[in-house]
């Protein structure tokens, strides 16, 4: 792609699977090719379950991140990311963080 060229960068649960260099590699990228101006980075993944007074959604994050700990392909290499820490240290500005859960 053209730098500058790309009005959407979409990832749908994928830098979950990345390491964290991979990872900002995927994120220089999506900086690089979208337009400056009207470019949006829309994200989605598997995020810790912070909610207030869910306790079940905790829970089944722990139990996630466990999994991934000990045994990685049961949950399809995937793993909960905060990812807004690693877009503010790249100067990604949120304009809108939808949780689901």
Known sequence: Y?????????????LDLLSEDDMYGVLDLAEQCLDKERGLLLLSG??????????KVFAMTAVWELLYI????KVGGCRPQALRPYLESRGW?????????
């Open 2 to 14: 053209e730098a500058n060229s790309v009005d959407r960068f979409v990832s749908t649960y994928c």
């Open 93 to 101: 500005r949120i304009e809108k963080m939808v949780k689901t859960m």
């Open 46 to 55: 598997i995020t810790w379950g912070y909610s207030a007074g869910s306790l």
């Open 70 to 73: 000990i045994r990685r392909k």
